[in-house]
């Protein structure tokens, strides 16, 4: 399966553990792709290896919604189900929320999380959609270099590619609050009625 695992207590923890191991280590949270991804062999470090995995759930404070001077912060810990049952998105962000309800099934919604799902970078990705939309930013941080945030739209360069060094970790998901007497939504279309793979 993986490498090695490792379930650092503060983020501090996580950013040594990725700076000393760079691309031979994935960060996992809600792991519904990855795991899948690194036993099909789909995700390997350069040397053909199967990674090892740094996993996030330990860290307190990941898991966040809230906002603050007109900014919509989301933790990269956030689950789909989140997204679903937070008065603020659904008021402010509803076309993100009503994405977030259209992600697979129950188990899918608890477990992954928004984060997981932009670095993905797949074009079924329910939450990449409404999070461009809405003008969201990607904030990333490594031990070298600090935080940087990357507009979502130039985060996710290609399939399955996003702008993300082997020493950065995602820490967070912004986007500007909507103006008052704003409205959105958000319209999946997939080729069934449940747990549709998005077309579009």
Same mark, same amino acid.
């Given at each position: ?127 990449? !959609?409404? *999070?461009? &939309?809405?003008?969201? =930013?990607?904030?990333?941080?490594? #031990? /070298?270099?600090? %935080?940087?945030? !990357?507009? *979502?739209? &130039?985060?996710?360069? =290609?399939?399955?590619?996003?702008? #993300? /060094?082997?020493? %950065? ?32």
């Amino acid at each position: 399966m993986y490498a090695f695992y490792h379930s650092p207590a503060t983020l501090d923890e996580a950013l040594r553990l990725k700076a000393e191991l760079g691309d031979r280590a994935r960060i996992i949270a809600g792991a519904t792709d990855l795991l899948l991804e690194i036993e099909r062999g789909v995700r390997k470090t350069p040397d053909g290896d199967a990674p090892g995995v740094i996993d996030l759930t330990r860290i307190p404070g990941l898991a966040e919604i809230c906002e603050e001077n007109g900014v919509i912060y989301l933790g990269p810990l956030v689950t789909h189900n989140q997204c679903v049952a937070s008065p603020l998105l659904v008021e402010q962000a509803f076309p993100l929320a009503r994405a977030c309800w259209e992600v697979g099934a129950p188990q899918i919604r608890n477990r992954g999380t928004i984060a997981g799902n932009i670095i993905t970078a797949s074009p079924a990705n329910d939450a990449v !959609v409404p *999070l461009t &939309a809405l003008g969201a =930013g990607v904030t990333v941080r490594s #031990l /070298a270099r600090g %935080e940087r945030t !990357v507009a *979502l739209a &130039a985060f996710v360069t =290609g399939f399955r590619k996003v702008d #993300l /060094a082997p020493d %950065e970790i995602v820490t967070g998901i912004s986007f500007p609050a909507p103006a008052p007497n704003t409205s959105g939504t958000f319209i999946k279309l997939g080729l069934r009625r449940a747990q549709a793979i998005s077309v579009l």
